[in-house]
RNA sequence: GAGCCGGUAGCUCAGCUGGUAGAGCAACGGACUUUUAAUCCGUAGGUCCUGGGUUCGAUCCCCAGCCGGCUCACCA
């Protein structure tokens, strides 16, 4: 086709000897793998990898037995030095690490190398009267991106870096694509790595997490970040003799939030499956069913757009806890808040997108009405449904007819005043309109138990004394209904099982669900949720999918 | 969905009033036995996002499209 020829390859021949490189054909690479990928670099790649193998050196090992990761084994030379334990010449015991090759510097009989592993890195230093010629000369096979193990003593070079003279080594794994890798160096004052024209690109980062966790070491410690958020709020729930349990992601029916739902298809029962957008109506089941506290930890699916903080697929955090009410709820999301912090960051305290945020308890807490009133400069409870619409077509001209009453509120107060609410804030008291599985206020029916947590600007955390009365229930999930056929098409259905469930009794509850991901976020200061999921929902690259 | 900005070598980016492209790093060859953004000499590497149009001639101008980023809207 397009490919009618490979020009000459230059290729390194092993030194002193006279070794045949194959030719630049196609008979050496597997069929399929990088065909039409017929780049320069790639080739001499892979041509190294046929000259490794003609060597009798396997390319693809199975195994290697190190002593240490790259970062005890700093800590152990420099205990070793302290202690006096270094041998005349100022080496350490023999060591053997392995890691990926992140950097070499060749001087001619020697080389300097870095390799990166988990935990850290650390540099290699090859010479030829160490290794001899043909262990020395099987270097120029070795690539960056390779990963390979070292074995040798410890000692510091004269700049001062505790590096492995290299007595032995073995190929690991062979690169057969450059990693997009900048060059870094260290600025000598505070000692902080720099990188320069490193992987950018933000859709190639996502789309090859791989390459972008490889390259940017900064990324791998989001995702540790991120493990130890969910491993403190898993903690924090355990401690409190929460039951944590897995509900179905396959639903018949879906409910628990106001969102358009993704939907599948069952062959063998032949029937319609929604991916679930909340857990919260499966989560009330179990405390109908007497687990008093429970909770769940999982991906929740929402057909609709992608934004910084909206991604199709996102985790959630959901707990419920009988006899507590969204007071006692709210007490409990201000101390797990301040212990994640603690635990993920070391403090109460952290900087996000240059804004300090602060998690040490109590939180502001403000209410719904108050705060939409003083924005709409009149008393929300002496607005017809016909005044809303008319500022909601004023302050976020979108289509709002057709919007229901808690629709325009909603969006009223997510325009005027949600993001303004930097700081941690408790938002309290909605109106029944906008929160159909909350119970009603205990001193005023025009308003339900219910607050959302908001922090820089976005919402965080959404809870409500449950509503367990199933004459009620009802009565809102066909006002639901009836705003379906208005037009609202992120209503809930009636779940006529949920209901049957509420009528066998359910204790009074209090329950919250947490965006894991935004949270994340705040944690780790990152912009977007895509830099806090490993592999956020991109459109298909060219030739993928439909 | 709207506005703005962008898509050029593996990566990061230049590219003037239109004359079919450059740099740094990476790669390849050579020199160099304590370097660390190693250095020095040399070489190779391009569907300038795609399709039309204008023009003798388009990476550049025009139109349409695709893709992305940012802002806004949407997403309780």
Do not use: C
């Not at 308890?361 to 008319?390: C, K, Y």
Request: aromatic letters at 8%.
């Amino acid at each position: 086709m397009s490919r009618d020829q490979s020009p000459e390859l230059t290729v390194p021949t092993p030194r002193g000897g006279s070794n045949p490189m194959t030719t630049p054909s196609d008979t050496a690479a597997p069929a399929g793998a990088g065909e039409g990928d017929d780049s320069q670099l790639l080739r001499t790649r892979r041509q190294k990898l046929d000259t490794l193998r003609e060597r009798g050196i396997e390319p693809f090992a199975y195994h290697f037995d190190r002593t240490h990761p790259t970062t005890e084994t700093l800590a152990a030379f420099e205990r070793a030095e302290e202690g006096g334990e270094l041998d005349e010449e100022g080496r350490g015991e023999s060591v053997r690490v392995a890691g990926r090759i992140v950097s070499w510097r060749g001087h001619g009989r020697s080389a300097f190398a870095h390799i990166e592993d988990g935990y850290g890195r650390i540099q290699l230093y090859f010479r030829l009267n160490v290794l001899g010629d043909e262990r020395f000369g099987d270097l120029d096979l070795l690539d960056l991106g390779d990963w390979v193990g070292v074995e040798g003593p410890l000692f510091r070079t004269r700049t001062g870096e505790v590096t492995v003279l290299a007595q032995e080594w073995s190929l690991l794994s062979k690169s057969l694509r450059p990693l997009p890798r900048g060059k870094e160096e260290v600025d000598p004052e505070t000692g902080e790595r720099v990188v320069h024209s490193g992987f950018a690109d933000v859709q190639s980062r996502y789309r090859q997490r791989y390459a972008d966790l490889a390259v940017n070491p900064e990324v791998r410690d989001v995702f540790r970040l991120r493990a130890r958020v969910v491993r403190s709020l898993r903690a924090f729930l355990d401690e409190r003799d929460y039951l944590e349990v897995e509900t179905p992601i396959l639903q018949p029916l879906y409910g628990g939030a106001a969102a358009r739902p993704f939907t599948t298809h069952h062959n063998a029962l032949d029937m319609k499956l929604y991916l679930r957008i909340a857990d919260e109506l499966y989560l009330k089941r179990l405390i109908v069913g007497g687990l008093e506290r429970v909770y769940e930890v999982s991906k929740d699916f929402r057909n609709e757009g992608i934004d910084r903080s909206h991604n199709p697929e996102f985790t959630m955090l959901e707990f419920y806890q009988a006899f507590a009410d969204y007071r006692e709820m709210m007490s409990l999301v201000e101390a797990m808040l301040e212990g994640v912090a603690l635990d993920a960051t070391g403090g109460r305290q952290v900087s996000y997108q240059g804004t300090r945020i602060d998690f040490t308890p109590p939180f502001q807490r403000v209410s719904f009405v108050d705060e939409l009133s003083r924005a709409l400069g009149r008393d929300l409870h002496d607005m017809t449904d016909a005044d809303l619409r008319e500022r909601a077509k004023q302050e976020v001209d979108d289509q709002v007819e057709g919007m229901g009453r808690g629709r325009l509120l909603d969006k009223l107060f997510g325009a005027l005043v949600e993001s303004d609410l930097r700081a941690p804030t408790f938002v309290v008291d909605y109106p029944v309109e906008l929160s159909p599985l909350a119970k009603l206020h205990r001193d005023d029916p025009r308003l339900t138990e219910r607050f959302e947590l908001f922090v820089a600007g976005r919402e965080l955390a959404n809870a409500f004394s449950e509503l367990n009365d199933p004459l009620d229930q009802r009565a809102r999930f066909l006002e639901q209904v009836r705003l379906r056929d208005a037009g609202d098409d992120e209503t809930h259905p009636v779940d006529e099982d949920y209901l049957r469930a509420m009528e066998y009794g359910m204790p009074p509850t209090g329950g919250v669900g947490i965006g894991v991901d935004r949270l994340v976020m705040l944690l780790a200061d990152q912009p977007s949720i895509r830099d806090v999921i490993l592999f956020p929902t991109l459109r298909p690259e060219e030739g993928e999918g439909g």
